[in-house]
């Protein structure tokens, strides 16, 4: 158990529908990440959060945005669901908000947009 | 940007062997390069990592390397156990900054 909590599993939702998924991190770790997983794919870095603060950004559709809330837990909404978003969604934490700390992984969610 | 390539896609090897997944990174600034294992239904656990300053660092059975000249960086397993059945990551990144670049992955089966 890595520390990190991600909610929920599994999610199953229809084309042009919003969903939210949520992350607690590692108690103690004030950086977030996210993360997609697609088929037959490595990850892909989608947004930071460090205490509060967007920190970086990587290939984050503009359907997708994310926050950070004060007690640290962390949510990537996505929204106009189409098919190709279809993924593994996983939640990294740090302590740092550099790679000089290890970041943990939850066991993310799988959705399923039909 | 960073690009990185991983190899094999796949792996099989016999339990005992020696295992090898080679990755090769674009950006010559990145610094940092650690591997993941998946297991499945689980998130990725980093299992090894170095950095630029360094060209080799071994932990019991595994073991990577790099070459920054040739700006590739490989993870060994020595004597392979049906555990280490796993998929692979390798990922480059810069220790300045937040963004970890992952290769697709290299799926490693390893038969009793």
């Known amino acids: 158990d890595s520390g990190v909590t991600q909610t929920p599993k599994h999610l199953i939702t229809a084309t042009g529908q919003r969903v939210t998924l949520r992350c607690s991190p590692r108690s103690g770790d004030l950086s977030v990440y996210w993360y997609q997983q697609s088929l037959d794919q490595g990850l892909q870095f989608l947004i930071q959060?460090?205490?509060?603060?967007?920190?970086a950004k990587g290939n984050i559709l503009e359907r997708f945005s994310a926050q950070q809330f004060p007690d640290l837990h962390s949510e990537l909404n996505l929204s106009s669901l189409e098919l190709g978003d279809s993924a593994l969604y996983f939640c990294a934490s740090s302590l740092r908000q550099d790679l000089n700390t290890e970041a943990f992984f939850g066991q993310g969610t799988r959705l399923t947009v039909v | 940007g960073e690009n990185v390539e991983q190899h094999p896609s796949t792996l099989s090897v016999q339990e005992g062997d020696s295992a090898v997944i080679k990755c090769t990174y674009s950006d010559s600034a990145s610094n940092y390069f650690p591997w993941y294992k998946q297991e499945l239904g689980k998130g990725p656990q980093l299992i090894i990592d170095i950095r630029s300053n360094v060209g080799e660092k071994k932990d019991q059975r595994i073991a990577v390397t790099l070459n920054k000249t040739a700006k590739h960086f490989s993870l060994h397993i020595t004597e392979t156990q049906p555990e280490d059945s796993a998929v692979y990551f390798c990922a480059a990144g810069h220790t300045g900054f937040q963004k970890l670049v992952f290769g697709t992955g290299t799926r490693l089966l390893v038969s009793p």
């Open positions: 959060y460090y205490n509060g603060e967007e920190r």
